[in-house]
Structure formats: C-alpha cells, structure tokens
C-alpha cells in the first residue's frame, strides 16, 4: 500500500533561515506528489504539486520541492524563511486511485 | 467569491447524539470529500463523493454517514455509533475526483463532546 512518511513532527528555525521539510513516499509507479500547509484552525492550502517533468517544482509564497525518484523523496524548501511561514505542512501522494495520502505532518515554528 | 464554506466553526455534541456538519461550495465541483483531522495524525478521509447521488467510503467511514442531493453540497452527520468524535473535520472538493487534481479546502469544524 501506499504511504506516506513526514519524519520530523517539529521543526523550529530562526526568521531568514534556510528551511528543508522531508517527505518520503512508498509509491510503485510514478506518484502524484502534493505539498499543502495549515494555518491553525484553517483548511489546507496547496502549495505546490508534482506529477512529471522537471523534478525541481516552484510554489507560492517562494516554496519549491525536488522530486528524488532514487531516494522517494519529496523535500519542501524556502532559501529564507518569513514568520508568517509559521504554520503546519503537509505532504501528500495520489494513490493511483482517486484518493489522497497525506502525511502526519511538520509543524514549523519560526523565531524572530 | 468561490470557494467552500463549512459551519459551525465550533460544535458540541451530547451523548446518543448525532450531529450534523455542513460543507457548500460554489466552485462547480464534481467531487468532494470529508477529512478528520487528530493531532499528530495528519488527514485520514471518511468519505468522498464524485456525483450527485453517489459517495464512497474512506478509510475511516465507521460511524458516519453523508448524502450529495446536490452538487454544491455534502453534509456529514456523526451518528452516536462514532464513539470518539472529537477532531478537527474538513471538507474539500477537486474539479472532477482524480487523483492528480488540487484540493480546495473549508475552513473546518471543531467537533467536541460534552
């Protein structure tokens, strides 16, 4: 079955840092590769999706993740980090079916 | 402006109870579909619909029900049978349901026992 794994439960980075959020699936074929984020009590927003092509995706608000087939990898990056970045990211696979499966996610904490 | 609503924000349910939330969409979407959130859980679905008249079961669809009379709308009813109800639920829809597509996500509703 397909899965999902998001290793680090919490991450805390200091405002203008570089930041790098893991995401490893377990998909046979060529997955469809999602990142959303949380803000607390709000609904997911997308930031950005891969499904084939360049393995270097870019997102909004200055997201980008790259698609490593050789490690099932999907890691989020942001060369500086806002504090308004501050919020919860989720990772999620389509499953070859018509369903979604998200990760446990990455709570972000960002100090001034 | 499109989007989708959800209400109550906030909600309580007694016990024996069944409570019913709410989830509209003005965005023309075929599919929709019913997420429970826990803390360090992430997203597991209950269930989705991909027509009017149609839905299917989620992972966790035990002691929920849904209906889709509607495109724009599908409400979740957590019926006394779901013994532990207290999360955070979300709705969201996709243009047509597969797997490839964006989610567009409500603001959720907290649900909690008294």
């Known amino acids: 079955a397909q899965s999902v794994t998001q290793p680090d439960i919490h991450i805390t980075v200091s405002e203008g840092a570089s930041l790098e959020l893991r995401c490893n699936y377990s998909?046979?074929?060529?997955?469809?590769l999602f990142w959303y984020v949380q803000s607390p009590g709000q609904g997911l927003q997308l930031l950005l999706k891969?499904?084939?092509?360049?393995?270097l995706v870019q997102g909004i608000k200055g997201f980008e993740a790259e698609f490593k087939r050789s490690q099932s990898s999907f890691n989020l990056r942001k060369p500086s980090v806002h504090w308004s970045d501050a919020a919860e990211y989720f990772c999620?696979?389509?499953?070859?079916?018509?369903?979604?499966?998200f990760g446990t996610g990455t709570r972000l904490q960002v100090f001034p | 402006d499109g989007g989708i609503t959800q209400s109550p924000k906030y909600l309580f349910r007694k016990e024996g109870q069944n409570v019913t939330l709410s989830c509209e969409q003005n965005?023309?979407?075929?599919?929709m579909y019913w997420y429970r959130q826990d803390p360090g859980q992430g997203l597991r679905l209950i269930y989705y619909?991909?027509?009017?008249?149609?839905?299917q079961k989620g992972d966790i669809a035990e002691g929920y029900s849904v209906s889709r009379e509607k495109k724009e709308s599908f409400p979740l009813t957590v019926t006394s049978a779901q013994k532990n109800p207290t999360a955070f639920y979300l709705c969201?829809?996709?243009?047509?349901?597969?797997?490839?597509?964006?989610?567009?996500f409500g603001s959720g509703t907290q649900l909690s026992v008294l």
């Open positions: 998909y046979g074929a060529t997955p469809y």
């Open positions: 999620a696979v389509g499953d070859g079916t018509d369903k979604l499966i």
């Open positions: 891969y499904f084939s092509g360049d393995t």
């Open positions: 619909s991909q027509i009017v008249n149609d839905f």
């Open positions: 965005l023309n979407h075929d599919a």
């Open positions: 969201a829809s996709s243009l047509r349901g597969t797997a490839n597509e964006k989610l567009f």
